[in-house]
């Protein structure tokens, strides 16, 4: 099965600053790539996401590349401010549509 | 849109009693929901996944009897924990699939949180 790797783990960034998230996948077929922001106690909320067929899609501050020859998806956010802090995830899926999950980013923003 | 609930929110149970969780697409119809668990400070682990009107899909490892999964329409899946014990404990987090052009984007429920005593 997919295998999604993801770091770092924890981040910790100064408001105003970008702060990034790498992930890579095992499964060459994978073709879908969405990325979840999940605050403490809540449900995990889509932020943005990317299919196979693009290199890189932005949505005001978030942005999302895609490397399919080296298996790796980064989350880029720019001009971070305290909402932002939250455990983020990457995922990846196969035609099946199973969301396979990397093991999340703990982000805070330090005001 | 692409709102999905889930009831109760919050559990608590004795060992040995069965617990109910619905999962309710509230504005679309979701041929496809999925259920994962999450421990905390941990990923979510697809347990498995309900398709309406059929068996249930379940992943490596998740026992099918243990963990009861009935999609009876495409608008409700249902997970009903049989004979919980304390290693159940864990938030369970349902999701759904509007399909069309979105198909594989997942939507997710609030959680439930079930703690067994």
């Known amino acids: 099965g997919e295998n999604v790797e993801q770091h770092p783990s924890t981040l910790s960034v100064q408001e105003g600053d970008s702060a990034v998230i790498k992930c890579t996948y095992s499964?060459?077929?994978?073709?879908?790539f969405p990325w979840y922001k999940q605050e403490l106690g809540k449900r995990p909320q889509l932020i943005i996401d990317?299919?196979?067929?693009?290199g890189e899609k932005k949505d005001q501050r978030i942005a999302v590349t895609l490397n399919k020859t080296a298996k790796h998806f980064s989350l880029h956010i720019t001009e971070t401010q305290p909402e932002d802090s939250a455990v983020y995830f990457c995922?990846?899926?196969?035609?099946?549509?199973?969301?396979?999950f990397g093991a999340g980013t703990t982000v805070t923003v330090r005001a | 849109g692409a709102v999905v609930s889930q009831h109760p929110s919050r559990v608590i149970c004795k060992s040995g009693t069965s617990v109910k969780i619905e999962c309710r697409s509230l504005?679309?119809?979701?041929?496809?929901m999925f259920w994962y668990r999450q421990f905390p400070k941990q990923s979510l682990m697809l347990m498995a996944t309900?398709?309406?009107?059929?068996?249930?899909?379940?992943e490596q490892g998740v026992e099918k009897d243990k963990f009861l999964i009935n999609h009876a329409s495409l608008t409700l899946s249902t997970l009903t924990v049989t004979s919980a014990h304390p290693e159940d404990s864990s938030f369970y987090i349902c999701?759904?699939?509007?399909?069309?052009?979105?198909?594989?984007?997942?939507?997710f429920g609030p959680g439930t949180r079930l703690l067994v005593l």
């Open positions: 999701s759904a699939s509007e399909g069309g052009d979105r198909v594989e984007t997942q939507y």
């Open positions: 499964d060459s077929a994978s073709n879908y």
């Open positions: 990317i299919r196979s067929n693009v």
């Open positions: 995922a990846a899926s196969l035609n099946d549509y199973k969301l396979s």
């Open positions: 504005d679309f119809q979701a041929t496809t």
């Open positions: 309900s398709n309406e009107g059929s068996k249930a899909t379940y």
